[in-house]
Each structure stands twice: as C-alpha cells, then as structure tokens.
C-alpha cells in the first residue's frame, strides 16, 4: 500500500489568490525602502557629481595672462622672441616642447622642485592641510611674478621668475591706515561697554547702580521660582548659576557674590533630608509613574547642579590661591580675594547645613588645606567651621572623613602646619570607644526560633502569638530613629586611632615643632580614652620632655594632666608611682602667672583633683600638707577667681586628709622646721609649719575669699556657722574659678556703692544740746537781710 493520504485538504486556487492584509501591508513596506533607498542612492550620486564638478572648476589652469599687458611687458616678450633658439641645445629644445604640451606645466607651482603627481599619494601627515592655514593672514603687498626661462644643471631643471611689487596709490593706503587705528581703538575698549566710554564718574556710578538693582530683581525672581517649585523649576538653577560668569567689569564682582550667597540659600533650602544615589540601568529601563519620573529628574539635576556649583566655588579659590588672571578682564586681580572669600564662606556654610548630601566628603577635602592658610580670616573660617561639625556631629561619619584629611596633610607638609588645625580636634565629641568587650557584649545575642523548633516545642496557639511577637519585634527595630550604638562606637574608635597616630607620630618626630603644646592639650584631653598598650612609652616619653627643659609651664602642666589623667583612669590597675611628676608640679606652683592671663590655673586645678582627692590612697600625708601649703602662699599672689579656686582645692584636700588640720595649730608637730625653698613634698617638713596666710585672706577685699578664708581656717566643717553655703559647697574648683572669672577687669560680684555724703544744712528733727547756742543758730539761719555780724557786742538773755 502507499503512503497514507493527508486528512489535510488541499487549498482551492480561490483561497490560493486571496491574500492575507498583513503580507499586503509587508510587501508595500519593502517597496516604500526599496524606494527611500534608491532615491538615498541617487542624491549621494548627485552630490558626488557636483563636488567633481566644483572641484574640476577650481583646478582648471587659468592663463597667466589675466591683465591688460603694459608697454614694458610688451617690450620685454618682444626682446625674449627676438633672442636667437640655437643658443639651445636640441635635448632642451624638446624637452622645453613636451612641457608645454602638458597643461601640469602651465599650472604647476614652478618654485617647488618636488615630482608634478606628488600631491595624489596619501599624505601620512597627522595634521590636516586646513589646520596649517593661518587663522589670519597677514597683510602683504600685491606682487607680479614673471616665469623666465628654466635653468638645467646636474641635478635638473630649476625654474626661474622675477617677483614686481605693485605700488599703491596713496589714497588706498590712507585707508588702509585708518582701518588699523580703528581695530587698535576696538582692541583698546573690547572690555568695555560702547555706552560707558563717554559718560561722566558720576553716570557711570548711576548707571552701575541702575545694573546691580536690574540683576538683583533678576536673581531674586529666579531663587523666588525655584524655592516656589523646586520640581518643576529646577532647570532655572543652571540659569542662575551661569551669573557666576558674569562679564560686565563695573557689577562683576558684586553680581558673582550675590549668585554664590544666593545659590548657597537655595540649596539649602531644597535638598531632601537623604543622600541621592545614581540610578541603575534596570530602574532607568522600569517605566514608573509620572510623579515617580519627575521626582527622578528633580534628583538628577539637583545633583547635577550642586556638583557644578561646587566646582564654580572651587575655581574661584584655585584662582585666587594661583595668582591667575582670567582672559576676560571683567575682575580685576584685586577683587578675587574678596570672591575667594565669600567661596569659603558658601562652602563652610554648606559643610555644616549637609552633612548628609552628596559630595560632602568634597567639600572637606576643599577646606582643610584652607585651615592652613596664611590669611588669618580664611583659615579662622575654617577652623571655626571644622569646630562645628564636631560638636554637632552624633554618628561620626563627618568627623571620621574630616580626621582623616588632616592627618594626611600634616603628613603631606612634614608636620609643618599651624597649631590651630591641631587644636580643632579637641571639639571632636568622643566619649566612649571600644576598650574591651563588656559582658553585655559577650553575651549570645537573642536567635529568632526557627520551624522545626515552634514545631516542636510550641501549641498552634502558641506558635501564632510567637509568630507575631517576632515581627513586632522586627518592625520596633527597624523603626529606631537612634543610629545603632555598636555603629557609633565604631566609628569612634576609628577616628581617635587616627587621632591618636597624628600626636604621637609627632611626639616622635617633631619634638621641636610648634605643634607641640596643641598635641600635649589634645592627650591630656583624651587621655583617659588611650589604649593600655601605650602607657609605658607615653609616660616616658612625657617625663624626658618635662625633664628636658624646653618646654613652656603651660606645655609642662599639659604633660602632667595627661600622666595623671591616665592613672586615674584605666591605668589605676598599673603599680606606678609618678613622683617625679608630683615634684615637677610643686616646683611649678610658684612660677605660674599672677596677672591677666591666669589660665594655667584651670590646669592646675584639675591636676590637683587627680593628684591628691582621686588617688588619696596613693599619696602620703606629708606630701598632700606640702601642697596645702604652697597653694595657700600662691593664694596671696594671683587674681580673687583663682584665689578662690585655690582655697576650694585646699578645701578638698583637707576633707580627703583629715589630718591636714595640724597646719592650723601653731605647735610643732614632730622634728625639724619648714623648708618653703626646696622643691621636694616629701622632705619640706610641711606640718610644722601653718597656713597663716588664711589670716590675711580674710581682710580681702573680696567677700567670697573671705568667706572661704574663714571657713578653711576653722578647718572646713560641713555643719555649723562656719559651714559653707550650698552654692559654693556643691560647685568644684574649676566651676567657682569660672564663676567669678575677672576677665573684664570688673568686681564679680559687683562692690556696693559709697553712702551720700553728710548734708550741709541741719534736716528738721535735729537740735543741739546746748540751748543757747541752738537759739542762736536758729537766728542765724533765720536771717533775710544781709548784716554784718559783730563777735564782740554782747547779747542779753531775753526770756521768750
């Protein structure tokens, strides 16, 4: 049998002819480019054509004959035809022939010696032949060159020819003269406007008003839009800012100045509370909604935007810093101070309104080399800037990026940079680090049950209330506003880890540099945040710089501080005992200054709270009486603030040695006597001397002293009629110091006024004992006329 037969039914010739309206439609698509691309063909063909055709015309030879011939010419062809042709050879003669049968030898550059079909190699020179035209061509004279008879040697033909320079009329060159003073004259003023050349100093200041006022109304009608509808009006930015290039030199200056403060305003105003990240090209592809989409554009231009304003404000300071002068003269040399400037200015102002905006980490790396600079308000601007954000930053991320900047310029410049960098870092709000893990730490963290566990362990009930439990539990956590404390301290011990490798890198290096005292203030002041690990080299190394000499008392307090800073700290658990620091001190008690400048009394102050009432059970009672001592003798000496800080510390050392009361007897107590000269605590024989300088305190003309004399001289009770008053009991020595800090030169507290003086009439009410004379008096007073007064004419007693 054959093949099976195909229940398919075969298509009529009817169903054959009609056709689909797709196929159709296809089939006149293709005929449509079939078209396009015939008629595409044919204008390329066309244009082809017309090019050659140009290019035909341009290279067709044109006769050198082109003017009206003069007498001469005509002589001189007449002399060249009437000179004998036997004079040449018949090689010559031929070779002369077949030149002038080619149309190359008519227009062939005859003072070029290359081959005649040179040019229609591929030139394997880089440059164009365009490029090599000058931009403007030079004026020359009109020349006439005359093609003489070549010339044949060993190396070929040589064309020969006769330059004739064409002679001007003079009234041609007149003009030509007065068209180059007028370009000289344009050349002149191309800086200045036509309007202003001619006006008077005191039009032009009007008119310079007149613009600034136009550009104000200008400048505040666009940020008034954009703050208005910063979606929709985001575009008028680039408007905005392209004001920075303002070329009018009369409101130059002030224009740029207002756009940079004006821009600094806006952005401020509109930038969102989150950090704007670019988009991914599978979001860029995902169609969204309108508002969606507009918002992403709002994102991307603001960006955009404050990127290039960051860059004007940049220029403006590398122009300024680099001594450069612009093509365009619209600012002078002397006005890019003034626009450097209000740079830094916008820029500070930025670094602390967005810290959480997009190139923030750009704008420090601008700013910290200006915290360098030799001009004074440049560098005050950023440093106070600096200050700022490290007291307003809570996580840290600013002042990590900022600490690490600095390190690496004070790197970068050999540790010579100012102190005032250094001492910015002292802001930074460091309270806590990562020391060692405490047990909350080490603790296992809380796992969420998994399936099998509820499964097997739990009800249905109770696995339902787990399950909502746990998603409470996740949702609380992710609706924390609080950055994350683990986070926090993270980033804080990073950054005091860079801190700290800046101090002691020049602590090792750069003993001698100015940046000392900054680095020993700035260990005393995180000093109880140092690693265990470095104590013993930082407690030498600090002694070898006390001991050295070289160093100032305010640097030398500085380096005690941090010692005992240290020990009263972490490093109570080491068994150290520093006497050579508690003898550099009371060798330093009396050299301190006793006039306007008494800060170094802060410093002593804390030193003593670490020194004698935290570490009372490592100081032996000699010693601390010594320090009683010699601080009630400084008392006498320094201004009533630091008087009274004084005796609140000797105040304090008494409560925490109880037996420093024999400084207030008058009675010996044990062998030898005082010896205030020698600089050792342990060996002065403090107790048997007394504290009689609290005597004289209490003649001070200052009632607070005066109060604190009495009280310590009855030995500081804390009950009783002697006793203090809770505002100055509760306040420590350094808090009392700065409450009646004298550093206006007036009485803290204010002195009481002087009575009025005695009157020079007797008031009503008062009467002499004597009567008689009380009558006389009275007819004294009584008087209206004047009399003469007789002193030696008796008066008789009259009874009234």
Known sequence: MGPPRSKKRRPTFRRLLKTSDVKLENKLKNRQMKQQNVAKKQRKEQKKLRQAVKDAAIRTPRPLETYRKRPEEEEDEEFLESLPTDMMEDEDLQQMTSMARQASFITRDLSSCGPVHSGKKRSSEVVPSYEK???KLARMEEKEVIHLLPIKDKTGVIPQSIERVIKQPPEEQDEEEEEAANESEEFEHE???ESTVALTAEQREKLRVHKINEKKLHIAGLGSAIISNPYSNIKRVKELRGMLMESDPCVAVTV????????????????????????????????????????????EGLVSQFKFYLEDLEQTVKDWKQQKKKRSQAVGFQSYRGLAEVAVRCLCELLLALPHFNFHNNIIVILVPLMNDHDKKVSGMCCDAFR??????????????????????????????????????????????????????????KKFMNNKEKKKNLSRMQRKWKKAEEKLEKELLEAEASESKEKKIKLHTETLNIVFLVYFRILKKAQKSVLLPAVLEGLANFAHLINLEFFDDLLNVLQSLIQSGDLTNREC?????????ILSGQGDVLNIDPLNFYSQLYKMLPRLHAGAPNDDIIIVLQCLDAMLTRRKKQVTLQRAMAFVKRLSTLSLHVLPNATVGILAASRAAMHAFPKCDFLLDNEVQGSGFYLPELDEPEHCNAQNTALWELHALQRHFHPVVRRLAVHVCQGAPS??????????????????????????????????????????????????????????????????????????????????
């Open 557 to 565: 307090l500085h380096c005690i501080q941090t010692v005992f800073t």
């Open 719 to 800: 009950e009783g009629s002697a006793a203090l008053s809770v505002d100055l009991s509760r306040r420590s020595p350094v808090e009392l110091f700065n409450a009646y800090s004298v550093k206006d030169m007036t009485f803290n507290p204010p002195v009481a006024p002087p009575g009025s003086k005695k009157k020079d009439r007797f008031g009503t009410g008062v009467k002499l004992l004597d009567d008689e004379l009380q009558r006389r008096a009275e007819s004294v007073l009584t008087v209206t006329e004047e009399t003469e007064l007789d002193f030696n004419t008796t008066h008789t007693h009259t009874d009234h």
């Open 388 to 445: 700022k954000l490290f007291q307003q930053d809570k996580v840290g991320g600013a002042s990590l990026a900022t600490v690490r900047v600095i390190s690496g310029l004070v790197k970068s410049l050999n540790y010579n940079v100012r102190p005032e960098v250094l001492k910015t870092l002292m802001s930074l709000r460091i309270k806590e680090v990562e020391m060692k893990k405490d047990i909350e730490a080490t603790a296992p963290k």
């Open 191 to 193: 800086g200045e406007p």
């Open 256 to 299: 740029r100045k207002l756009v940079m403060v004006s821009l600094m305003e806006i952005f401020k105003d509109i930038t969102p509370s989150y950090r704007i990240r670019p988009l991914t090209p599978e979001e860029k592809a995902t169609k969204v909604k309108k508002e969606t989409q507009q918002l992403r554009e709002f994102e």
């Open 133 to 135: 035209v000058p931009r």
